[in-house]
């Protein structure tokens, strides 16, 4: 059995160790908050904002004298030969299987790729899937440290500035987004989403199907308005994902602190018990020492 001084300083280190979990908890929590305030703020504006892009660019793909040409650049459809997976995890651990889920479908999305016959190139932000793919030989053509400090809208513009113009010089034939979906704080859900082209966008649909082209009055016109409507597009998915990502992380690192604390409050429990039951049985020693002893003397 451990001596009491090992029992003793066992349980003060775990003492110390459930002080940082709760507070680590409470920290992300108040971030959660926040996080999840702008995520639901923000979810809506994204998927309408991809409804009107693709209602647009059906409505001009219906109306085109030539279906060879795409109706916009970033809408071009390629056999893909080269695909680019912009993977978006966290910069820290602490959080439970979060990084860990993205890795393994950033993985199992690029050998499926591979075994395709496709190139398959990464861009990161987050450092646990920068160090993921390195490890494992993926090429890291761009990365973007520290993104999540300071969250907002010019941290997604610079990623899509990346993204944008090797696109449209068919650098890359497509690209994913990888990246954790907030569904509350014990949930998360792991998204393989394509970015570029868009789907279905060049694709028309039949006349009598719900998702066949309306005709609406455009303002100035439908070239000007997809000319800007698809980099929009662009830069607001991924400031969602990432906006989902840092909300995900908060989420899980929270339920992480909360099961650590639990832990820590059961571990002490039985430390102090073992305690108690090494204490008990000194005194039991010292005390048939002592009348053993005073047994010896009457005799």
């Not at 513009?157 to 569904?183: M, T």
């Amino acid at each position: 059995m451990p001596s009491l001084k090992g029992i003793r300083k066992r349980i003060v280190s775990t003492k110390s160790t459930q002080k940082i979990t709760r507070a680590m908890k409470m920290v992300a929590g108040a971030k959660l908050t926040r996080a999840q305030q702008r995520i639901v703020a923000m979810r809506p504006y994204a998927v309408k904002t991809g409804d009107v892009l693709q209602s647009v660019a059906r409505t001009m793909a219906a109306t085109a004298e030539s279906q060879d040409e795409p109706v916009h650049p970033l809408l071009a459809m390629r056999p893909e030969a080269n695909a680019l997976y912009v993977v978006l995890t966290a910069d820290r651990g602490l959080c439970g299987a979060l990084n860990t889920n993205v890795n393994k479908a950033t993985e199992r999305a690029w050998r499926e790729k591979e075994a395709a016959g496709a190139t398959v190139v990464f861009i990161t932000a987050g450092r646990k899937g920068r160090e993921y793919i390195a490890r494992r030989g993926g090429k890291v053509s761009q990365d973007f440290p520290r993104i999540y400090d300071g969250l907002d809208l010019e941290k997604a513009k610079r990623i899509a500035g990346w993204i944008v113009p090797r696109f449209v010089k068919a650098q890359f034939d497509s690209v994913y987004l990888i990246f954790n979906e907030f569904k509350s704080a014990i949930t998360q859900k792991v998204v393989v989403e394509r970015l570029l082209p868009l789907a279905d966008a060049n694709g028309g649909a039949d006349k009598g199907s719900a998702n066949a082209p309306c005709d609406f009055i455009y303002e100035p016109t439908q070239r000007a308005l997809l000319e800007r409507l698809v980099p929009m597009y662009v830069e607001i998915s991924i400031y969602r994902a990432l906006l989902e990502s840092q909300a995900s992380f908060f989420g899980a690192q929270m339920t992480a602190m909360d099961a650590a604390t639990r832990n820590a409050k059961e571990m002490i429990a039985r430390l102090t018990l073992d305690y108690n039951r090494a204490r008990q049985a000194g005194i039991t020693k010292e005390l048939m020492e002592i009348v053993g002893g005073a047994e010896a003397l009457k005799e």
